[in-house]
Structure formats: C-alpha cells, structure tokens
C-alpha cells in the first residue's frame, strides 16, 4: 500500500465522518464545525490523487481545486459564522432545535 | 454545424458584466436601483445576442483567455444552454423590474433599514452565477458557480433581518454547502478514476465502473439536496417564505432549477453510458413522492407564501420524474423537452405567483389566506396574475405548464411506467385544490375592506407579464423544442454512437 492509498482513505473516512456530523448533530456551531472536517477530508483526497507514480512531480490540477476548495470553504465559514452570530443576537440562541418551526 | 473555437464574444460577457456591475454597485452606493436596471437590461441582450447565435451558428465553445482545459476555463453553449439562459434573462430582468419598486426609497424602509442597497449587488452576483454554471463545460467549474450561487442566495434571504429569515438562512446555507461538498467530493472521485473534468472528454471515457457509479451517487445526492427534492426540501419553504418577495421569487424560479439543470446534463450526456434504469428510478420516485408531499402540504399552508413556496417542492418533483422516463426511453426527445419545458413555465409562473404574494403582503401588512376577503376588488391586477400563473401550475391549455405535463404525461404513457402517469394526474388536482383555495377567500366580496396601502404599479405589471410569458410559451412549443435540440452532441452519446 502506498502512502497516497493511505492518505485518500482517511480523506473519504474524514469526508464521511464530518458529512455525518453535519447531518446529526444538533447545534448550528457543531455543524460548522463538522462541515469543516468534511473539506479537509475532501482537499486530502485530492491531494492524495495527485500523486503520479513513477514521477516526483505533482499532478497540479488537483492541486488547483484544493486552493480554490479552501478559498470557498473559507468565506463560507466565515460567512455562516457571521449569521449565527447574528442569529444569536436576534432570538438569543444559537442552536437549531430551539426555533425550529414546525 | 461545426462548434467554433473561438466562440462568441457574448459568452464571456454575459458572465463577466453581471460580476462587474455588482462590484461597480458596490463601489457607487448612489442610485443603486438605476445601476441595476441598466445592468440588468445590458445582460438580458447579451443572453438574447448568445441565443440568436445559437439558433444562427449552432453550438459555441470558449477557450476564456486563449487558455485551454485542463489548467483553462472552457465555456460552452448549446441549446439547452440557450434555453436556459433566456429563462434565466427573461425571469431576472422581471425580478430586477419588481424589485426596484419593492425597494423603492419611498417604500416602508422599517424592514430594511440599510440593506435594501445590498440588493442590487448581490442579486446581480446571484445572475453572474447562474450564467456561469449554465455556461461551465467542466464539472469543477460547476462546483464554483454552485458555491457562488448558494453564498449569494443566502444572503439574499437575509436582507429582510428578522430572526425566521435568518435562522432559514443558516439552515439553507447548511445544507447547500453538504451539498457543495458532496458534490465536490464527486468531482474528485472522476478526477482520480478519468484523469479530467470536461464533459466532453468525461461522456466519451466513462463506463459502468465502481468510482463513476460513487461519483454519480455523491454528486446527484448534492444536486438533489440543492434543488430540494423530496425528502431533503426541509429547508427550502422556509427560507423562500421568509426571503423579500423578489428574492423568493428568483430563487423559486432559478435557483432550483440550476442545479436540476447540471443533474440533467450530467445524467444525460456525461454519464449517459453509466446511469441504469434501477438508479434512474431512485430520482424518479423521489420526485413523483414530492409531488404528493408538497401539494398536500401547500393544500395545508396558512399563508399564501407559505403556499407558494411548497407548490415549489411538488413542482420540482414533476422534474425528477424526467430521469426514469428519459433513461427507459433513450431514443425520444419527449421526457427531456417536457422537463426543459416545464423548468421555464413553472420559472415564469412562480416568479409572478411570489411577486403576488409579495404584492399583497406589501399591501395589507399580512398574507395569511383566511383573511384574504376582497382581495380582488382591490388589486385585480395582481389577483389575475396569480390566476393566470395558476393555470400554468395547474397544468390547464394552453399554457406552458400544460405542454410540459403533456409531454411528461405521454412519455410516461409510451413506456411500462404508467404509475408516473398517475402521479402527474393526481398532482394537476391538488394543484388544482390548493389554487382555488386561495380564489374562494379572495373572490369574497366585502363592504369594510381592511388596511390597505397603495403599491407601485410596476409590481403588480411585472407579475402579470411573467404570468402572460407562461402562457405564451404553450403557444409556442413547436419552435422551441427544436431549439432546444441546438448541438444534441452533449446530449445522448449513446443514443448517437448506436445510431447510423
């Protein structure tokens, strides 16, 4: 097994593990939180896939998509952190069961 | 028709001036709605200049900086693509009409203190986004316009500041970007298993194996949850119901339909080889549950954009119904088209159908259905307008909405999948219920008509040309449809290489 098998498996066990996190957990910030570990997971993988056997060189388009991967998943999370921030504010709570509406 | 390579001028720009004038927005602050409008009418003429060439030259390809795939950024434009983006143009330039009055300086500016300036930019971010991904002949690309379109249809939702509108904000921002992640993740999978992203290199190298069946999975099951189809659509009715009315309105028409758009091309030309019948149904029954779910609850809704914005859910299924009845019956156009159909008819009768809503939430100060006695006495503009987008929604001649459900309707017929005919049947007479519902309080006449205040008469127009546009399109049918087939190559390859 090479050490890129190894990485892109813990990236996709990563990926899973925060898509579950991000679909069970109760509180807005826990969810953020897990939607992060799920990108990382994601850029690990395709870092891991740019890996070309044979070659020291890189792959640089999966290299490419991790940048703008985390230039996204940055202004995302601080953007969504801004609004339960916000949230907070205005209703005084921050997690997602108590002003659940229906 | 040989595709060009140079590719037209309009493709880039129908991107790029959207992006600049919301920069230039920004920047300016003064007389925003007047920006916007300019903007606005500059990009529907370059989506309309894009469409003629289309229809003229046949399919385009853009190469944006002399760059080509796999480090460049390729556009593409054929007919589905033109379809769409007269749909979007045709929609946007009525939203940016309505919402110059809906944020007029001289409306009731307690609901938005300063942010109705903020509409202007982001709604134009929101347009760049939509040509963008419309426009993306790879499927990264689409992931960045999908990023784009979800943060700036977010923040849309939260111009109006009250804690609901918020609190869906945060709910839809989650689950777009779950979406967008799983989506990416996808991408990543046919990148280690097919060394590329174009759609055209993919649908030619792609074949019935373990990591282009994973990567259709995670990036259908992103899709889905964005265009919120039955049972991921928890978020949508909130944030569409708390949104201002314009915004409602563009993402009940556009927002949704983008990424059922990219599932469409995905499912259709990029893993036309991979897709089976078992997997097509999955959608299939999703979007025929939807149906259901979503007329009997917007039967149930107590405010008319409550209403409103569950009438989307069920809409959105009659879409996904369009990948069982499209794979079971490769060699006829008549599944898609009904779907490409029913996009636009729907995209212009709920836009009017919120612009009412929002008409009339402006107006009385509430819209809860109950109370909505003697409504047509005094708007009946609005009110016809809601009537006659009520026809196309119900799926009555000669509207739009009826040429689509037709064409569904007699796909579903041809094949063994007459259970689908069923359901299309069955969600015209809910439709049908929960329409009329809102004609039996509105339709009462009243001699103490309550608080009412004068709105500007462009909100009401605006709604009423949309609802116009959704019955002229079932006029038109014939014409349309062979444009859609504009440059077929991306769709069905199989169908293609089978043929003589």
Known sequence: ?102 | MIERAIGAPEMALVVAVPLLAACAILLVRRRTAVLGMVASLAIAALAGCLIWRIAQEGPQRMNLGGWSAPLGITLYADGLSGWMLGTTALIALFVSVYGSGYFHRNQPATQFGGTANFFWPLWMFLWAALNALILSADVFNIYVALELLGLSSVALVTLSQAAPAVSAAVRYLLVSLIGSLSYLMGTAFLYAGAGTLGFKELASILHPESFSFAALALMSTGLCMKSALFPLHFWLPPAHENAPAPVSAALSALVVKASFFVMLRLWFSVFDRVVTEEAAMVPGILGAAAVIAGSVQALSAQRLKQLVAYSTVAQVGYLFMVFPLGVLNPSSWTAVGGALYLVSAHACAKAAAFMVAGNVLRAYGHDRIEDLRGVVQQMPVSMFAFAVAGVSLIGLPPSGGFIAKWLLLTAALEGPEWGFAAVIVAGGLLATAYIFRVFSRSFRNVTDLGDFKKIPARMEWSALTLSLCSMLLGLTATHVLEFMQAGTPLIRVAMMEAGP
Do not use: K
């Open chain 1, 1 to 102: 097994m090479e050490p890129s098998d190894l990485y892109g498996s813990v990236g996709i066990a990563l990926f899973a593990l925060g898509i579950y996190g991000a679909t069970a957990l109760g509180q807005f910030m826990r969810q953020v939180l897990a939607l992060n570990v799920a990108g990382t997971g994601v850029f690990m993988f395709l870092i891991a896939i740019a890996h070309r056997a044979g070659t020291p060189v890189p792959d640089p388009v999966p290299h490419a998509m991790v940048l703008t991967g985390i230039v996204v998943a940055v202004s995302a999370t601080a953007f969504i952190l801004v609004l339960i921030g916000r949230l907070r504010d205005l209703s005084g709570s921050s997690s997602a069961q108590d002003d659940r509406d229906d």
